[in-house]
């Protein structure tokens, strides 16, 4: 069974940081962070394919976030620098057995997820 453990979330300040790690109980090639926030749809945030690469972000998070992973860890992260209100949702891990890609529907697997707030 596959398991994928989101864990770093919290309260910030706007302009602060937070580091999202996503363990999993496997070896996936195609890993992405999602996020939901109230009322809005899951939209994702970013995505990395294979060992190191090559990755995608959403336009809201270029330049703030950086997707990474460490694969004899099993683990991906998410740096996100310069918070901003807006980015205040709920943060999911998710893999995909066959897809890189960014479609919600692509992903098989899923973390409970992390809670992100940013104040201001």
């Known amino acids: 069974q596959v398991q994928l453990v989101e864990s770093g979330g919290g309260s910030v300040q706007a302009g602060g940081s937070l580091r999202l790690s996503c363990t999993a109980s496997?070896?996936?090639?195609?890993m992405a962070w999602f996020r939901q926030a109230p009322g809005k749809e899951r939209e994702a945030v970013a995505r990395i394919c294979g060992g190191g690469g090559p990755t995608y972000y959403a336009d809201f998070v270029k330049g703030r976030f950086t997707i990474s992973r460490d694969n004899a860890k099993n683990t991906m992260y998410l740096q996100m620098n310069s918070l901003k209100p807006e980015d205040t949702a709920m943060y999911y891990c998710?893999?995909?057995?066959?897809?890189?890609?960014?479609?919600?529907?692509?992903?098989?697997?899923w973390g409970q997820g992390t809670p992100v707030t940013v104040s201001s």
């Open positions: 998710a893999a995909s057995p066959a897809y890189c890609n960014t479609a919600v529907a692509r992903y098989n697997f």
């Open positions: 496997g070896y996936h090639v195609y």
